[in-house]
């Protein structure tokens, strides 16, 4: 029912920056809340950063002042910011929707981001 679209992964030096997107379709978006979250190889998936439909964030302490989670309802998109990228960063990051409910649980497919020393 919800298709959700990742774009922005990619290879980058310690210190570089990326910019992470996920487009929803098929969802009344803006009464979502929205997440991004991680895995490495070896290691379960963690929560990086979560989004309220009112715009409120929450962040893991690990990337506290170094990523921003941001939403355009306009444009059904949420966004993850990603500076002062750290070779522990890397993983394939996972958006996430969910409905107030807890009715509805989606996922994307993944993008890879790998940070080199």
């Known amino acids: 029912q919800v298709q959700l679209v990742e774009s922005g992964g990619g290879l980058v030096q310690a210190g570089g920056s990326l910019r992470l997107s996920c487009a929803a379709s098929g969802s009344t978006f803006s009464t979502t809340i929205m997440g991004w979250y991680r895995q490495a190889p070896g290691k379960q998936r963690e929560l990086v950063a979560r989004?309220?439909?009112?715009?409120?964030?929450n962040y893991v302490d690990s990337v506290k002042g170094r990523f921003t989670i941001s939403r355009d309802n306009a444009k059904s998109t949420v966004y993850l910011q990603m500076n002062s990228l750290k070779p522990e960063d890397t993983a394939v990051y996972y958006c996430?929707?969910?409905?107030?409910?807890?009715?509805?649980?989606?996922w994307g497919q993944g993008t890879q981001v790998t940070v080199s020393s």
């Open positions: 989004i309220s439909s009112g715009g409120s964030p």
């Open positions: 996430n929707y969910r409905d107030y409910s807890g009715e509805y649980n989606y």
